[in-house]
């Protein structure tokens, strides 16, 4: 970013003359914007996506009359959501009411900054990459407390407990399943994690062996954990709690909830997609480095994400809903040693790839080199 | 096309920064200290714990900061409210309303902010300047923690004690509810 930026004051001499802080500052702030209007949008027509697969699934039609195929019906959602009234409890805790659904979006908007969604375009590319998303995605988690606290309702309370009990059990073999990788790549970087997978499909971290393969799979259950998405919906459950931790929402601070929800839906599945499932490499070797070509990369990634989307979607609405003692004991009794075995697997894997084989590290050649 | 005096703030930007994160540090935990509500007050030490990993970035400890965000924000606090809301008690007490409580109170937090200001006051902090660049903050956590003559294992170690002490006070509740 900053080197991109260096370019662009050399270009056009106007941003030349301006101070380079302000400059800097500038940048990062419009990259972040277009980033939050893109992930709002990629939101907005998730919603519509779970419509019509579960409209499928279910022998009806779902939403088809805004716009192509339905296409324009979040905004047509979205005018409605604004028009409600916005009604905040009398016995609410009303600061902390407010504030809640502010936390919620930060935590699941902030962390798109460290997102690459192709080849070199990413707003703010972090060495840390993946420990900020993991960070800043506990975040939301204090905001659905608070939602649930404030609300003053036995529904909202029960589901924020819910999410503090599923929080900390799903939290470990989410972590440790993403640390296995972390293990192979030999960095945080999203980007770089990105670009060791391209060439051949078994560059993909998800085929290195069956450590990395299993790895996948307690990734994603944790991150359907970690999204409220069913099986693992209880601090929602609108069978049961209403509403679960936002019943008392109505209009926008709801739209808020919902729009916070999808957009981590879009956040996962593209982490997914470049930890495990090659980034923006179509699979085969091929140069996707410069120009044009990147955002060729960038559509490649943007169809894995879409992919897993639907996958998360068919998921919803094939399973149902777990029991709160089963997720943690899933999550505790089964995925975490699974993923303890996994990243001890991946260590030795590196270790006997560096030290008895003699290769630079685990990314280089272990089952093949680019 | 020439640009009229824009400031150049580059320079005094990160001294504005680091006195708007000391100011919110300050007032967040003045809040959670004096705040009438125990959930409240939990709420203010998530702002007062922001603040403080904003000043870790600062320094270009970006790898503390975002633990700082994980550790104290995504885990801790979440079990501090766990606890509050296990509690059920809407206007949950302090029970600083007693005079002697609250007297040994003010004492026990003198005597910390003492020990702590002379430890501070005698302590020369070499002045290492801003980092122009983010440093790989990362490898250098790793490598103290592997480094045979550096304190980090040990230290780590120590941590299981904490593990023992969790187990010894989840055996001590569970007997007393049983009898």
Redo the contacts between chains.
Sequence with gaps: MQIWLDELRGDV??LG??????VYTLGIVIACKIVLVYASLLAGETVWLERRISGRMQARIGPNRVGPQGLLQFLADGVKLLAKEDIIPATA?RP?FI?APIIVFVGAFAAFAVIPFGDGIVAAD???GL??V???T??E??GI??AG?AS?SKWA?LG??RE??Q??SY?IPLGLSALGIVLLAGT?NLSDIARQQEGAIWNWYVFRGPFAFASFFVFFTAALAALKRAPFDLPEAESELVAGFHTEYTGFRFAVFFLAEYSAMILFSILTAVLFLGGWSPGFPVDLDSGIARWIGALILFIKTILLLSVMIWIRWSLPRFRIDRVMYLCYKVLLPISVVCVVGLAVQVLVAIEWLGLEHAVGGWLGGK | MTVANIPDLTEVMPELIFHALAALAIVSALAAALAPRIVHAAFALMAAFFAVAGLYALLGADFVAFSQVIVYVGGILVLLVFGVLLTARTEASLGLERPVRRLFAVVAGSVLFMLLAFAIHGTTFAAAGAPTEPLATTEAIGRAFLDPEGMLVPFELASVMLLAALVGAAYLARRRRSS
């Design positions: 001499s106007w003359n301006l101070p380079a802080g302000l805790d902390v504030l972090m060495n840390l420990f900020v993991l960070s800043l506990s975040i988690v204090v407390i608070m606290w003053n309370v924020a407990m503090v009990a929080m900390i939290e945080m």
